[in-house]
């Protein structure tokens, strides 16, 4: 084993070339490119393990043990070296004097699922530093009719409609500390800067349901601003039954066809009432079929979402939006600006915190005329 000068020595030397290739910048504020970054890692992971072999030696000699052997954890290769050591950062001292280590998983164990693959699913158009977007779309043909010698025809031009998409504002804000990013061996500075991400993603799928169409705010398929919709064509469901899939499919559409490339909309909840629905023979009714956040209902795709009120749900009260069934490139969300996460060490640079901020500029609205057949609680 080095002596403890040597190994302060060794630590020192790749500390200042670490320090070399940052021009005496820190990490948080200045870009590595590749070979700099490959560099740099190796470089850490050496430091780190000379500081693992550094307080080996300065335990040995404290308690007197010139012949101790390493602490239980530390490794030949300089990177394990550095991964053990912050694995057992934190020893306890038992009655015999011997030092057990304290451990903690280099893992973070997910939650359930907490955003709508909606969002992915919908129609989506980039526009980078728009304001905004108008979208047409066709209302409707006119009809042909007989007409006399010298007369006039019918008038059958087509009608159109239009849609204004304005720009807003989505953003989400975490902080969490230095020593959360420097101690623990699991790596929660990831998983704050993924939450970002997913915060952002489960407004907007929310949104695109209920948006309330102000200025600076989406608009819903639910909201009375998708003005593409006629709310006359909204339906009443009392409860699930036999029927229900039936009224909704072939309530949908134009007088002509009957829609196949359509989507329903729902809550959880009603998903489960379509499942547990028996016939008098206590036969199920309908043939569920769930892969996670999406699946089908009698063949029929459907997509769960908690922002919709439930059917079957007491507290869900008359006048309610509950589902929406119809083609989902049938909303567009235009993107204004891509996603972006910024970080920043200086903000609360006192207390040792670090800021993350994510935002991104986005709108939608429903772009086809009776795109959606609305659903609500009797």
Do not use: W
């Not at 905004?132 to 025809?153: D, I």
């Not at 101690?183 to 489960?202: D, F, Q, S």
């Not at 998708?226 to 064509?233: F, K, L, Q, V």
């Not at 490139?329 to 993107?335: F, G, Q, V």
């Amino acid at each position: 084993m080095k002596s403890i000068v040597e190994i302060r020595k060794e630590i020192k030397t790749r500390t200042d070339k670490m320090a070399e290739i940052f021009g005496g910048a820190e990490l948080e504020n200045r870009k590595l490119n590749a070979d700099e970054a490959k560099e740099f890692d190796k470089l850490r992971g050496e430091v780190d393990g000379l500081k693992a072999d550094l307080e080996h030696e300065e335990r040995r000699l404290a308690l007197g043990k010139p012949d101790a052997k390493p602490v239980t954890g530390a490794r030949d290769g300089a990177e394990e070296r550095g991964r053990a050591l912050k694995e057992d950062r934190s020893v306890l001292l038992d009655a015999t004097g011997v030092l057990l280590p304290g451990y903690q998983a280099n893992n973070i164990i997910p939650t359930f699922n907490e955003v709508s693959t909606l969002i992915d699913r919908v129609q989506v158009k980039m526009f980078n530093g728009g304001e905004s977007f108008q979208q047409p779309y066709l209302a409707g043909y006119g009809v042909a009719g007989y007409a006399t010698e010298g007369g006039n025809p019918n008038t059958a031009e087509p009608t159109f409609g239009s849609v204004t998409i304005g720009k807003t504002k989505i953003a989400a804000y975490a902080e969490n500390s230095k020593e959360l990013v420097k101690l623990p061996a699991a790596n929660y500075e990831a998983e704050i800067v993924r939450g970002i991400t997913v915060a952002m993603r489960k407004y907007i799928t929310g949104q695109i349901l209920f948006g309330d169409g102000e200025t600076g705010h989406f608009t819903g398929l639910f909201d009375n601003g998708a003005t593409a919709i006629d709310a006359a064509t909204d339906i009443d469901i009392a409860d699930i039954t036999e029927d229900t899939l039936d009224e909704i499919i072939f309530s949908f559409g134009g007088d002509e066809d009957v829609e196949d490339v359509a989507v329903l909309i729902l809550n959880k909840i009603d998903v489960k009432a379509f499942a547990m629905l028996r016939d008098t023979l206590g036969k199920k009714v309908y043939e569920v079929r769930a892969r996670g956040n999406a699946g089908t209902i009698n063949g029929v795709p459907y997509i769960i979402n908690s922002n919709c009120e439930a059917i079957k749900d007491p507290a869900t009260t008359s006048g309610q939006y509950a589902m929406a069934y119809g083609p989902l490139s049938n909303y567009l969300m235009t993107i204004f600006s891509d996603m972006e996460i910024a970080r920043s060490t200086d903000f609360l640079f006192k207390t040792g915190m670090i800021a993350h901020r994510g935002e991104i500029y986005a709108g939608g609205n429903v772009v086809a005329k009776n795109g959606f057949l609305r659903v609500k609680r009797t």
